[in-house]
């Protein structure tokens, strides 16, 4: 029983230190500075500010309006969505230049995701916006009648 004692000690002891306005506080030198920590999910990273505050993860779900509110203005987003606006640019450059890897009609996914350090998976199932932007480029190869240049044989 001691264990939980001293588990649940702890816990008063966070819930009265803890205040909205330390929170705000970290979040708005961390926006300053460009540098909020982010976990999966586009979320604000709940464990790194959590150790700042010096209580756990769960402590900080009272503040789960704090969180949604600074995720919303700082439009954050995680993992290959960062790199969205890129993989557009790139395949605008690669489709203009007709260097476009085009596989049965379609964007080679394989080529795009390896550019990309992606899986094909990952890439058309998770994240919807990237799926679009593929079947985006696959209407204009085929409404152009996109076809790799040919070169001379020898």
């Known amino acids: 029983m001691p264990a939980q004692a001293k588990s649940s000690a702890r816990a008063r002891v ?10 705000r ?3 708005d030198n961390d926006r300053e500075a460009d540098a909020i920590v982010t976990s999966r999910g586009g979320k604000i ?3 790194h500010y959590a150790r700042m505050l010096g209580c756990t993860p769960s402590a ?16 954050i987003v ?16 690669a489709y203009d230049a007709r260097e476009l890897d085009v596989r049965d009609g379609k964007v080679n996914r394989v080529a795009f995701a390896e550019h990309f350090q992606l899986t094909v ?3 058309i199932t998770r994240h919807p916006p990237i799926r679009a932007l593929l079947e985006e480029f696959d ?10 240049p040919i070169s001379p044989r020898s």
């Open 60 to 75: 900080l779900t009272r503040f789960v309006a704090v969180f949604a509110e600074f995720e919303r203005a700082l439009g």
């Open 139 to 148: 209407a204009r190869v085929e409404r152009d009648s996109y076809l790799l």
């Open 14 to 23: 966070a819930y009265g230190t803890l205040s909205e306005n330390k929170l």
């Open 121 to 123: 998976s990952t890439a």
């Open 25 to 27: 506080g970290l979040l």
């Open 78 to 93: 995680t993992g290959p969505m960062r790199r969205f606006p890129e993989m557009r640019t790139w395949l605008d450059a």
């Open 45 to 47: 990273s709940r464990r």
